[in-house]
DNA sequence: ACCCTCTATGTGATTGTATAACATTGCGAG
DNA sequence: CTCGCAATGTTATACAATCACATAGAGGGT
């Protein structure tokens, strides 16, 4: 069984096979296969299952480079012949994040795939508001001012949301 | 000097007359006083209307210290006489948010009074895990690394979320 | 092979969060 | 007065997330 490797979605798509990630220009379709074959890798050294349903949630998601809701990737998944309830998007999302393979982005309550996977990190997001492009960024919050105050009154810093909110490049040169 | 006496609520409340905000003790009857009182002079000098559903909501939430959900106010407002449909409160929201009297909590979907009014700020919160406490602190993302890859790529910041979670001060004493 | 167990998936139902669309009201400016 | 605008009321619906329960597979131990 072989699953259709040029998915059947219907939004516009770059006419080449390069697109934005970070803002930048590179090579999506490498992109891509890397960073499947990368997760396949990681999964098969730490024991993890990445099963169909993850791996295509995962694909979807590093296909776009921007994140998606819920229910566009359960739309999707019904498309491919998944199960269709809330509950089969939300598994494989949670396994998916919980792993590191993808971030939700609080703001957007929608998720993207991780840009630098394997490496533990904090990451900081920034999300064009016109266009929903997201990039992922570095962050230590709890070095800076923040992380004084939780010292300061004893809070215990587990996990941060970082996310900017505001104009990505291509946006700003359109306007 | 009783500052559980108005709410209806069935949430556990101190014994005594003071409450936690930013995870320290103060005294939250003149608290929710000036804040209210404040409000109310800022929007006459910049000619914004407090209508009647848009202070009650504010009340609410200084007097809370914590995040309530938009259903939740929205159940209030119910028992108050005001309307009952979401867009009541989502309305009312809108208005205190983009005024800065109120801060969304992009994590947990839910609302704050700020801490700080007045101040032009880009806010940073402690959110515990266990109790739902939720303190507002400064941050200053856009001076770190974030700001600098966003200076890097050309990406113009206009509002930042930074949101940490973990244990507060009280939660963890009671461990 | 077998059973056992644990994980993952499928499905229906429900709760919570948020917005669209449109009617109505009330107030201020000309 | 009436026109226009901001705020509110109301209906309906979209989107987000979880609960509960049934079924299916994979792997381990015997």
């Known amino acids: 069984m072989i699953w259709n ?26 992109c891509v296969e890397t960073a499947l074959a990368n997760a396949e890798k990681r999964c098969r050294e730490e024991g993890l299952r990445l099963t169909p349903v993850r791996r295509k949630v995962l694909e979807m998601l590093v296909q776009e480079h921007r994140a998606l809701g819920a229910y566009a990737i359960l739309d999707r998944l019904r498309e491919e012949g998944f199960g269709s309830q809330p509950p089969v998007a939300y598994r494989a999302l949670d ?12 703001r957007l309550n929608a998720f993207v795939a991780c840009a630098h996977p394997g490496a533990t990190h ?54």
Chains 1, 2 share one sequence.
């Open 95 to 106: 396994f998916l994040v919980e792993n590191g393979f993808v971030h939700k982005i609080e």
């Open 5 to 30: 490797n040029m998915t059947s979605d219907t939004r516009p798509v770059p006419a080449d096979d390069s697109a934005l990630i970070g803002f930048q220009q590179h090579d999506h379709e490498t």
């Open 122 to 175: 904090s990451p900081a997001f920034m999300i064009c508001r016109k266009c929903d492009a997201v990039a992922e960024a570095q962050s230590a919050p709890a070095k800076g001012a923040l992380g004084a105050a939780a010292r300061a009154v004893g809070f215990e810093i587990e996990r941060t949301v970082v996310e900017a909110e505001g104009v990505c490049p291509d946006c700003t040169k359109k306007a």
